[in-house]
């Protein structure tokens, strides 16, 4: 993995906070949804259940072939997402439901050709939101650093890969052991309720609008592109 190049405190949070919005959609919340936190706001997730994203060191046909035998379902096309490894199944129908999603990451989890599988979501033109391992974290202030240590070894399974993210003090990017990303999503929700955390927020995969794109000429450094 390449070192992330220094830059300053501020441009890597903007950055941050500038892909976290590409993902806070304008749908009502409802208790059955799947959601993250926009710092202490709980916002909606889209759930599709078409497609499923993944990271493997299988080539397309092989992860076509693997899908189909394990899920009985039929797979559309496979393309490459990004990320390392990191692949876009779309189904020819949708599964059933939401349990039918679930059930399906669960199964898919337990086959060691996977390192993570995470469901898929949408923003409002329809265009794949995923997850990733990482969550990206950041205490209250310095005297909660410890407190959010605690929090992190009781709610999280996984490892701490850096406690200064884009340099700032206090910010940590979690790495979570669960192959299911409903799982890692869950335990984020977790940190996220908890007192010693500003926010704590999946690190999304998304596609930005290039409409959008800003005018800080820095953008193109940005860790998350």
Known sequence: ??????????????????????????????????????????RILK???????????????????????????RVARVSRWFGKDALLVEFMEPLADRA?????????????AFD???????????????LSRDTLARAVNPSESAAAVEAIDAHWTGTIEDHAFGDMEHAYRLRTAHRNGFSALAETNALA???????AEPDFVACADPCLIPNDPLFAGQWAL
């Open 1 to 42: 993995m390449q070192a992330t190049p220094r830059r300053s405190r501020d441009t890597v949070r903007w950055s941050t906070i500038a892909v976290a919005a590409i993902v806070a959609l304008a749908f009502p919340v409802r208790a059955q949804d799947d959601a993250y936190h926009y710092f202490k706001e709980r």
């Open 193 to 199: 309720g908890h007192s010693a955390f500003m926010f």
């Open 116 to 130: 993570f599988i995470s469901p898929v979501f949408s923003d409002a033109p329809g265009r794949p939101i995923t």
């Open 100 to 112: 039918a999603v679930v059930r399906a990451i669960e199964f898919l989890a337990k086959n060691g």
């Open 47 to 73: 759930l599709d259940a078409k497609r499923l994203a993944m990271t493997t060191s299988r080539d397309a046909e092989a992860t076509r072939d693997l899908i189909e035998r394990t899920l009985a379902a």
